[in-house]
């Protein structure tokens, strides 16, 4: 048994002796910086350095720097690397690292992501820890000089209104987003994101201040209803505003938004038919139509009136009856080639039974339904004629007020109208 030990331990003597021999190589080597001051302030003159180093086992690196109070500046924070294969790992610094502030400063509306060290003197560290937890460091000197401390600074910064429903109803369609930028800066972007990080781009408003320089900015926000897209699901989005200067600085600000009812309105005259009374009536007789309406989309499509049923006179429009044009609100109209004015003779797209109130910013509104029909019918009594253009054309149209006249609800089935004279 003793024997037996003595061998063993003999053995383990070898194998440690072998290793010790063998030895390991350093996890960090070859460490250096291209220069020992820069001057970072955009001048493209000595903004940037060379940091270099050689990693021969996987492990996280850290890129610090300390002041003389022994406060600590991030430039890489326990970032894994894989071994250097061929060639050492080669950083390029320009003085920015992670966001910090200094005694007594204090920034609202926004925040700070990456700051450009003061100047002063400073000790860099490059520090290497492995799975195992062994730990090697390197470490020098660096002087900031020179450099351009100016925060992009993000005042202002506000969102309104914070719920709105892209669906072209011309109620809470539009978000403006508004900054006070005070430092010209290289990018300024706004975006939505989800919860899962999916991105959406808020394209910037043309103003007096040109794009990316100091000064008030606006920024408007369909959700591309406007060019027919869909709008991002609703829900609620973290709106991101990010600002970077010429120097590598990036500050943020943050705010939240709500898209309810989003959608794209899509209505039509229903297989592009409208039933008409007759093609010939004796003076101050009335000329009927019968139409449907398909509510095509997801969303419901906002009206008014006057509802379906109602009878003009051919002297009258939809304004002599008090119902005046809304921005936004889908209308069944009947035009004809004497008409006075545009479309003069309009109704709502559906009755009591057909339509239902929302409440929105605190005034109620009727809508047709996503997916419903309604039967749409009215008339038009001829009290006078144009002698130069009887017989006429008279068609019906779909108009969606202040938006457009699709081109597939214009013009819809026409009737050629002869008015009988005595």
């Known amino acids: 048994m ?31 910086f291209s220069t020992d001051q820069i001057t970072p302030n955009a001048d493209h003159d000595n903004d940037v350095l060379v940091i270099t180093y050689q990693l021969n086992r996987s ?10 109070t022994g406060q600590r500046y991030y430039f890489r924070d326990h970032i894994h690397h894989a071994p250097s294969v061929e060639e050492p790992y080669q950083l390029h610094f320009a003085g920015v690292v992670a966001g910090y502030t200094l005694p007594g400063e204090t ?65 809470r369609d539009r978000v403006t987003i508004n900054v006070d930028l005070k430092k010209d ?20 408003k043309e103003m007096a201040t040109p794009i990316n320089e100091a000064g008030w900015h606006q920024f408007d926000y369909d959700a591309g209803v406007d060019l027919g897209a869909d709008p991002p ?40 038919e409208v039933e008409w009374s007759s093609g010939s009536i004796p003076l101050n007789d009335t000329l009927y139509f019968t139409l ?27 304004a002599s009856l008090g119902e005046y ?21 309009r109704w709502a797209i559906g009755g009591p039974d057909d339509l239902v109130t929302i409440e929105r ?32 054309y008279c068609y019906a149209s779909l108009i969606h007020e202040d938006v457009e006249i699709s081109l597939v609800n214009y013009h819809v089935d026409p009737v050629h109208l002869r008015i009988q004279v005595p």
């Open 292 to 318: 449907t309406v398909e509510n095509d989309s997801t969303v419901p499509i906002r009206t008014s009136g006057p509802p379906p049923g109602t009878v003009y006179q051919s002297d009258q429009n939809y």
């Open 325 to 345: 044009e809304q921005s936004g609100a889908f209308r069944v109209a009947i035009h004809c080639e004497t008409s006075p004015i545009d479309h003069p003779w």
């Open 185 to 204: 800066v290289e990018e300024l972007n706004v975006y939505l994101m989800d919860d899962a990080g999916t991105r959406y781009h808020v394209r910037e």
């Open 2 to 32: 003793q024997i037996r030990h003595i061998i063993a331990a003999t053995l383990l003597g070898l194998l440690a002796l072998t290793l010790t021999a063998c030895g390991e190589k350093p996890l960090l080597t070859d460490v250096s």
């Open 233 to 272: 699901p609703d829900g609620t989005y973290t709106v991101i505003m990010e600002a970077r200067d010429s120097v590598g600085q990036w500050t943020r600000a943050t705010g939240t938004l709500t898209i309810e009812d989003g959608g794209v309105p899509r209505a039509y005259i229903l297989n592009g």
């Open 107 to 171: 920034f609202e509306g926004f925040m700070v992501e990456r700051r450009v060290l003061q100047n002063g003197h400073y000790t860099w560290t490059v520090e290497a820890t492995d799975a195992q937890g062994v730990t090697e460091r390197a470490t020098g000197s660096l002087t900031i000089a020179d450099a351009d401390t100016t925060l992009p600074e993000l005042r202002g910064f506000s969102i309104h209104p914070p719920v709105f429903s892209p669906n072209r109803d011309s109620i």
């Open 361 to 392: 910013e605190g005034s109620e509104y009727v809508y047709l339904p996503a997916g419903a029909r309604a039967v749409i019918t009215g008339g038009i009594r001829f009290v006078d004629y144009v002698a130069a253009r009887n017989p006429q």
């Open 59 to 68: 492990a996280a690196i850290s890129i610090y720097f300390e002041d003389g």
